[in-house]
Nanobody, 118 residues
Framework: QGQMVASGGGSVQAGGSLRLSCTGQGFSINTCGMAWYRQAEGAQREWISS???????TYADSVKGRFIISSDKVKDTVNLQMNDLKPEDSAMYFC????????????WGQGTQVTVSS
């Protein structure tokens, strides 16, 4: 079972932006839908956005209007553009594929840390 690789995290001030990327470690994710989750310290993992393999997109209310999920079939990545970041967005961010293809059962991976200071 493969793992996901999330990257692009970092430390920013409130109001700033970051762009996260997600790819499969050694396998293509182009046949999968993709979901982004985040987990703040001491909190449960929270779903924040998904895109299906045919492009149907949904967002959690907490990020709607600020975050944009997109698929790049050429680069075989799914990105999360995060704008107008707030301190409460600070968390470890993970991506997880879903769908009927066997590669879409890949494991979470280590995630990427986002820290937003006020």
């Amino acid at each position: 079972q493969g793992q996901m690789v999330a990257s692009g995290g970092g430390s920013v001030q409130a109001g700033g932006s970051l762009r996260l990327s997600c790819t499969g470690q050694g396998f293509s994710i182009n046949t999968c839908g993709m979901a982004w989750y985040r987990q703040a310290e001491g909190a449960q993992r929270e779903w924040i956005s998904s895109t299906t393999d045919f492009g149907y997109i949904t967002y959690a209310d907490s990020v709607k209007g600020r975050f944009i999920i997109s698929s790049d079939k050429v680069k075989d990545t799914v990105n999360l553009q995060m704008n107008d970041l707030k301190p409460e967005d600070s968390a470890m961010y993970f991506c997880k594929p879903f769908g009927g293809d066997s590669v879409c059962a890949a494991d979470w991976g280590q995630g990427t840390q986002v820290t937003v200071s006020s």
